[in-house]
């Protein structure tokens, strides 16, 4: 915000603005500038600002007439003058003198060549949207012939430019739409008669354009006019939307059936928009028909998208959509089935299918489709989930060299054998398979080709990742009841063998699928008693020390998954062993690991544990060591995790005292106090303030939130007794700001009080003012300003070097630099 100070800079900065013998500043600094300018435009409003700062005005009409301003200047000009008159007021005040006119009309410029550069034509653009917030600037557009101008710089050589160029269409088409713009018709389908006659000629001028560049046989116009129409058609309301829309319907066709490649995709992005409008449901605006002309036979590889879109529709005929399923389904139908089962749809996708590029791509966009219809849970109606997952299944197998002798004759058999692009896609469509209860019967079938997977040497270790996802989906959606049987004679013995795997990417991909599992099936007591009879355990707690960091991290959580589910079902004997060989190593790697991630993971689980019900009173005696090395640990990261710890144990101990009422009864401020002689033991208290102080500015918000939260509930309870909870101050990191600060609150008092004549002591404060050692800890939460602190934490880290205020004088320090070399030169 810039306040009186900032204000009083901003004459001389204008001078410097506009003296074209100085260097402007960088754009950066513009915008920044410009920025400030909005914040301090929507406090007031333009009016207030021009009539307090008149060299706005002189500013603003230097630069539009003088024959050397910088395009950069210029730029900026148009923008802040744009802004300054969005309102009507402010718009009056620049229109009075003929300023708005002598700034957006071209003609009226010194230099016609600035137009030239795209800065000033997108700065151009954007002045006028940043005016466009009333009806008298939407009648200057008009009035001097701008619309056409607009509708020139849509097709502009620089992309950005046409952009912002449709936006400002759009933007001046919603506002023909707005309440105060019409006869209130919103009906879909209802013509421009429902506009105001004022309006309807602007309209017409800018759909007229839209049909005339969509008939053109120049492509970026046309691309440009396909873009716009898409934009109208997701951001316009009635009449706007199906008045142009009927008038495009002619030109749109014809691109349609021509087929161009270039165009397809926008296409398809002007449909998308078109079907979630209620221009679909009405025969005579052609959706339809334009969508099954785009499917066309289904040769191109763009029909997939179109083919996906159709089977989403809700209210589709039942002929479109079954050929748009035909042909998602057909790139995998024609690899997987006998040739008397293939379905004849056309002789180009077969032969697509014969080249290894294209089969692939085919079969991907297949894959994908059906994988993005399952996920959304899609009902398909004229072919079988059964005969889908099928394909699916013996798809994977030919991709990892098993195929049927009857499927031999297949060309693309040669091209699918460890091609990792087609086994991921197809493992992610088989994980998505799994939600369907039709696939019941094929379990066996489908664990048995993941499995295969998971023991082949062949694998990449990204298949196997994604087949860790699919294992994952299946055993969730479709338990069985050998389920437990199948994880620990099939499952567990090639997870181990995985976890002595060479690539660290896939014993990490192990660790977490293993740690997704478990908590996935973390009330499953045959589950949990299987992971520790199966030494699955062991593994875990070996994998604790990995060379690798990753994995080393993806071990520590794992072994929470499996404590936390041993806790859960508390038949097992080995429940406190295994929590203390955890402990152990997890407090070495706290202590030890030169890698930060395994630190964060270990800090986490601590966390984890502590907010579960049953590891509180087994965690004690280790929270405070964790506390220290996680408070002193040189990652930020580690350290706010250890701060989150704090929050968590905070909660935790403060739960049974009822802290949130006003009045105390004795039990409770006893129960309080006991709580904070524990923070206390626990070294919670050290933790906090040495991150008050801590170099690292989010670690400082954390601690500071949390002190302040203390010090409420301290402040709460009215007979604390403040002689229990004196911390010493000496010898730590924290204490010699605590007693800088306190002392200097001292001497203050002392100024004060030799100032008024008084020379007793205050409650004899002023003893010993120099060697206090031991301080309350209610007194330090109100010796340190809190709340100020908070404030200042909450700036950005850049707050002074980018207020509006650093900005104005950067710029005039430029200029006065600028000025003493050119003395230096002569």
């Known amino acids: 915000m810039m306040d009186s100070e900032c204000l009083s800079l901003l004459p001389a900065v204008c001078l410097v603005l506009a003296d074209p013998k100085q260097s402007p500043p960088d754009d950066t600094s513009l915008e920044k500038l410009l920025d400030w300018f909005k914040a301090l435009h929507s406090q007031s409003n333009g009016q207030v600002l021009l009539q307090h700062q008149p060299c706005l005005l002189e500013f603003i009409s230097s630069v539009c007439t003088s024959k050397t301003t910088d395009p950069a200047i210029l730029s900026f000009t148009l923008n802040l003058t744009g802004?300054?008159?969005?309102?009507?007021?402010?718009?009056?005040?620049?229109?009075?003198?003929?300023?708005?006119?002598?700034?957006?009309?071209?003609?009226?410029?010194?230099?016609?060549?600035?137009?030239?550069?795209?800065?000033?034509?997108?700065?151009?653009?954007?002045?006028?949207?940043?005016?466009?917030?009333?009806?008298?600037?939407?009648?200057?557009?008009?009035?001097?012939?701008?619309?056409?101008?607009?509708?020139?710089?849509?097709?502009?050589?620089?992309?950005?430019?046409?952009?912002?160029?449709?936006?400002?269409?759009?933007?001046?088409?919603?506002?023909?739409?707005?309440?105060?713009?019409?006869?209130?018709?919103?009906?879909?389908?209802?013509?421009?008669?429902?506009?105001?006659?004022?309006?309807?000629?602007?309209?017409?001028?800018?759909?007229?354009?839209?049909?005339?560049?969509?008939?053109?046989?120049?492509?970026?116009?046309?691309?440009?006019?396909?873009?716009?129409?898409?934009?109208?058609?997701?951001?316009?309301?009635?009449?706007?939307?199906?008045?142009?829309?009927?008038?495009?319907?002619?030109?749109?066709?014809?691109?349609?059936?021509?087929?161009?490649?270039?165009?397809?995709?926008?296409?398809?992005?002007?449909?998308?928009?078109?079907?979630?409008?209620?221009?679909?449901?009405?025969?005579?605006?052609?959706?339809?028909?334009?969508?099954?002309?785009?499917?066309?036979?289904?040769?191109?590889?763009?029909?997939?998208?179109?083919?996906?879109?159709?089977?989403?529709?809700?209210?589709?005929?039942?002929?479109?959509?079954?050929?748009?399923?035909?042909?998602?389904?057909?790139?995998?139908?024609?690899?997987?089935?006998?040739?008397?089962?293939?379905?004849?749809?056309?002789?180009?996708?077969?032969?697509?299918?014969?080249?290894?590029?294209?089969?692939?791509?085919?079969?991907?966009?297949?894959?994908?489709?059906?994988?993005?219809?399952?996920?959304?849970?899609?009902?398909?109606?004229?072919?079988?989930?059964?005969?889908?997952?099928?394909?699916?299944?013996?798809?994977?197998?030919?991709?990892?060299?098993?195929?049927?002798?009857s499927l031999l004759h297949i060309n693309t058999f040669t091209h699918l054998i460890g091609c990792c692009k087609v086994q991921r896609c197809g493992l992610d469509?088989?994980?998505?398979?799994?939600?369907?209860?039709?696939?019941?019967?094929?379990?066996?079938?489908?664990?048995?080709?993941?499995?295969?997977?998971?023991?082949?040497?062949?694998?990449?270790?990204?298949?196997?990742?994604?087949?860790?996802?699919?294992?994952?989906?299946?055993?969730?959606?479709?338990?069985?009841?050998?389920?437990?049987?199948?994880?620990?004679?099939?499952?567990?013995?090639?997870?181990?063998?995985?976890?002595?795997?060479?690539?660290?990417?896939?014993?990490?991909?192990?660790?977490?699928?293993?740690?997704?599992?478990?908590?996935?099936?973390?009330?499953?007591?045959?589950?949990?008693?299987?992971?520790?009879?199966?030494?699955?355990?062991?593994?875990?707690?070996?994998?604790?020390?990995?060379?690798?960091?990753?994995?080393?991290?993806?071990?520590?959580?794992?072994?929470?998954?499996?404590?936390?589910?041993?806790?859960?079902?508390?038949?097992?004997?080995?429940?406190?062993?295994?929590?203390e060989e955890a402990l152990v190593q997890m407090m070495a790697i706290l202590s030890q690991d030169t890698e930060g991630f395994p630190r964060r993971a270990v800090v986490q689980t601590f966390t984890s544990w502590l907010k579960g019900s049953h590891l509180v009173t087994a965690l004690e005696s280790s929270l405070s060591s964790v506390l220290s090395l996680g408070g002193n640990d040189f990652d930020w990261e580690v350290k706010m995790h250890t701060l989150e710890l704090a929050e968590v144990l905070m909660e935790k101990t403060l739960t049974c005292c009822p802290y949130a009422v006003q009045n105390f009864g004795s039990s409770e401020e006893t129960r309080f106090t006991q709580a904070l002689i524990k923070f206390k033991d626990f070294g919670l208290f050290d933790l906090l303030f040495n991150s008050l102080f801590d170099c690292d500015r989010p670690v400082c918000e954390r601690a500071c939130a949390l002190l302040v939260k203390l010090r409420t509930l301290t402040a709460e309870t009215a007979d604390l007794d403040h002689s229990v909870l004196v911390l010493n101050v000496c010898g730590n990191r924290w204490g010699d700001e605590v007693q800088r600060r306190y002392l200097n609150k001292q001497q203050a008092k002392a100024s004060v009080c030799v100032t008024n004549g008084v020379t007793g002591s205050d409650d004899g404060m002023d003893c010993g003012l120099y060697c206090i050692k031991d301080i309350s800890l209610p007194k330090i939460l109100q010796i340190l300003d809190l709340d100020d602190m908070q404030r200042m934490l909450m700036l950005s880290s850049d707050h002074v070097v980018n207020s509006p205020r650093s900005l104005m004088e950067d710029i005039l320090s430029a200029a006065q630099q600028s000025e003493e070399n050119i003395v230096d030169c002569y």
């Not at 191109?300 to 748009?324: D, G, M, N, S, T």
């Not at 399952?374 to 398909?380: I, R, V």
């Open 83 to 405: 802004l300054l008159a969005a309102t009507t007021q402010g718009f009056h005040l620049l229109d009075e003198g003929g300023l708005l006119a002598c700034v957006f009309e071209r003609e009226a410029w010194g230099v016609c060549d600035l137009w030239e550069d795209a800065s000033v034509r997108s700065g151009w653009l954007q002045g006028l949207l940043n005016m466009l917030k009333h009806q008298q600037a939407l009648d200057f557009m008009c009035g001097n012939g701008l619309i056409k101008v607009i509708l020139q710089l849509q097709n502009d050589r620089s992309l950005f430019v046409a952009c912002l160029a449709n936006q400002l269409l759009v933007h001046i088409l919603n506002f023909l739409t707005s309440s105060n713009m019409t006869n209130e018709s919103d009906v879909v389908g209802s013509s421009e008669s429902s506009l105001r006659p004022d309006c309807v000629l602007v309209s017409s001028e800018i759909m007229n354009a839209v049909v005339e560049v969509l008939s053109s046989e120049d492509h970026p116009q046309v691309l440009q006019g396909l873009r716009l129409l898409s934009l109208v058609l997701s951001q316009c309301g009635e009449p706007i939307r199906s008045t142009l829309w009927k008038d495009v319907l002619v030109p749109l066709e014809v691109l349609v059936n021509r087929g161009s490649e270039s165009l397809i995709q926008t296409l398809i992005t002007v449909l998308e928009a078109a079907v979630r409008t209620p221009l679909l449901s009405q025969s005579e605006h052609k959706v339809e028909e334009l969508l099954e002309a785009m499917l066309g036979d289904g040769n191109r590889k763009e029909c997939f998208q179109c083919a996906a879109l159709i089977v989403k529709l809700e209210k589709c005929p039942e002929v479109l959509k079954r050929k748009a399923m035909d042909i998602i389904m057909f790139p995998l139908q024609c690899v997987s089935t006998q040739p008397q089962a293939e379905k004849e749809i056309n002789v180009v996708l077969k032969e697509q299918l014969s080249q290894k590029a294209s089969c692939i791509s085919l079969l991907m966009q297949s894959l994908s489709s059906l994988a993005q219809l399952a996920h959304a849970k899609y009902l398909f109606e004229d072919i079988s989930i059964h005969s889908i997952t099928s394909s699916v299944v013996l798809l994977l197998r030919m991709c990892s060299g098993h195929c049927p002798s």
């Open 429 to 579: 469509t088989l994980g998505a398979l799994s939600v369907y209860e039709e696939n019941l019967d094929l379990r066996m079938n489908v664990f048995g080709v993941l499995l295969d997977y998971l023991q082949s040497p062949d694998s990449h270790a990204t298949v196997l990742k994604k087949t860790f996802q699919a294992v994952k989906r299946w055993i969730v959606c479709s338990p069985f009841p050998d389920l437990l049987q199948f994880i620990s004679h099939d499952l567990f013995p090639v997870l181990e063998k995985r976890m002595c795997d060479l690539r660290w990417e896939v014993r990490d991909s192990t660790l977490e699928f293993i740690t997704q599992l478990t908590a996935a099936l973390n009330d499953n007591s045959g589950f949990t008693e299987a992971l520790h009879t199966s030494g699955m355990v062991s593994v875990l707690l070996s994998s604790l020390a990995d060379a690798e960091g990753y994995v080393r991290a993806s071990a520590v959580a794992a072994v929470r998954e499996a404590v936390t589910a041993s806790f859960h079902q508390t038949v097992l004997v080995s429940n406190s062993k295994l929590l």
